[in-house]
């Protein structure tokens, strides 16, 4: 396995959008990560894909930032949970701290429930190293405040005619005023083992990045996009994805 990284730079400008992570990961079987047989059952793996941006000037009012992974043969990805990391004490520390605790009081009944069950269904290793991971990563991620809060949503996106899904950020100018001038994101998945029921499909890809920042002086996007027949076309950082399917038997 090989983690590796892509960084493109905002043309005649000091801006930058970069990923990084896992570009050859394994894809497990369902069957495995669930299954009640200890000789079948599978640990539970995760990938984390990480989303770093720059920018100069003034704050931008708003930031919204995708993944998207191909939808290729033999595998499929499971979002697991996403975060926009930040480094305390920011501005509004007590606000935060708050806001957080929060977080992690709604989160620790789920995550107590999860290690219960695996407890006492065994193996199923998966579910406490899953809540394990997730209760981690949320301690690290800036909370949700107020109406300034920062969200996720799933989308989908045809790229030069292949189907792509992922996820998009959509941060506010107040949240990026807090984390300074390079932002960072990322997002934990699950490679699940899925061959195609019809045939078709394609058998490679990469995991695209692409940001939009608007300001003051207008929208601009990280990396620039190029102009096709007057319509700008979205350009992106990429990042080779070869996943190894892993059959039941393995």
């Not at 605790?101 to 290690?115: K, Q």
């Not at 193996?123 to 405040?145: C, D, E, T, Y």
């Not at 700008?232 to 399917?245: G, I, K, N, Q, R």
């Amino acid at each position: 396995m090989v983690s590796r990284w892509d960084r493109r730079p905002q043309a005649d400008a000091a801006d930058w959008l970069e990923i990084y992570g896992e570009s050859d990961p394994v894809s497990v079987p369902l069957v495995s990560l669930f299954s009640t047989d200890p000789a079948a059952s599978q640990e539970f793996t995760a990938y984390l894909y990480v989303w770093t941006l720059g920018y100069t000037g003034d704050v931008p009012d708003r930031a919204e930032v995708r993944l998207l992974f191909p939808a290729v043969d033999r595998w499929r990805v499971k979002d697991v949970q996403a975060l926009v990391y930040h480094l305390p004490p920011v501005q509004e520390e007590r606000e935060w701290r708050t806001a957080l605790a929060e977080d992690v009081n709604a989160l620790a009944p789920a995550v107590g429930l999860v290690g219960e069950i695996a407890a006492n269904v065994t193996p199923l290793p998966g579910l406490s190293a899953a809540s394990a991971a997730i209760a981690h990563l949320k301690l690290r991620s800036a909370p949700q405040v107020g109406r300034d809060a920062w969200f996720v949503r799933r989308i989908h996106q045809t790229v030069d005619g292949a189907p792509y899904y992922g996820v998009e950020w959509t941060l506010p100018g107040k949240l990026l005023q807090q984390v300074g001038t390079r932002v960072t994101g990322a997002l934990l998945v699950q490679f699940f083992t899925a061959a195609p029921v019809r045939g078709g499909g394609r058998a490679g890809g990469a995991l695209l990045c692409h940001a939009r920042l608007t300001a003051e002086r207008g929208t601009f996007e990280l990396p620039a996009g190029s102009w096709d027949d007057g319509a700008t076309v979205d350009a992106f950082v990429m990042l080779p994805l070869s996943v190894t399917a892993q059959g039941p038997d393995k």
